[in-house]
C-alpha cells in the first residue's frame, strides 16, 4: 500500500502471501513511478530494509527511510510516519 503524509491511499498491490512485503514494494513502484513523478522518499519499517533502499534510489531516485524501533523502547509507542500507514489500514477496516 502506497499513502500520502496524510495517510491518503495512493496506490494498493494485492499480492499472494508467498511474495515479501520488500519484493512486493518493488512490483508497486514499478507499476506506479510513473503516475507520481514527484514522489522522492518513501517511509517504512524493517522489511524495507536490506538492498531494496539502494535499488529504489538507482532506479527511481526515491529514497527509502527505514523507520526502526529504538533499541531502549518499552511498550507501545508510535514512531514517525509509520503511524500513518497503520492508521490507513484502521480506515480501511
Known amino acids: ?7 491518503c491511499l ?11 512485503d520488500r519484493d512486493g514494494a518493488g512490483l508497486l513502484l514499478a507499476l506506479y513511478h510513473a503516475r507520481y513523478p514527484r514522489l522522492t522518499k518513501l517511509w ?10 539502494d535499488e529504489v534510489q ?4 526515491i529514497t527509502i ?3 526502526k524501533k529504538p533499541a531502549d523502547q ?7 510516519k509509520r503511524w500513518i500507514v497503520e ?3 484502521a480506515w480501511l477496516t
Open 58 to 61: 538507482t532506479q527511481y531516485g
Open 87 to 89: 492508521r490507513t489500514l
Open 10 to 20: 495512493l496506490a494498493v498491490l494485492v499480492l499472494a502471501a508467498d511474495i515479501s
Open 44 to 53: 517504512g519499517d524493517s522489511h524495507y530494509g536490506g538492498t531494496l533502499p
Open 1 to 7: 500500500m502506497l499513502v500520502d503524509t496524510q495517510g
Open 65 to 67: 527511510e527505514v523507520v
Open 74 to 80: 518499552d511498550g507501545f509507542v508510535p514512531l514517525p
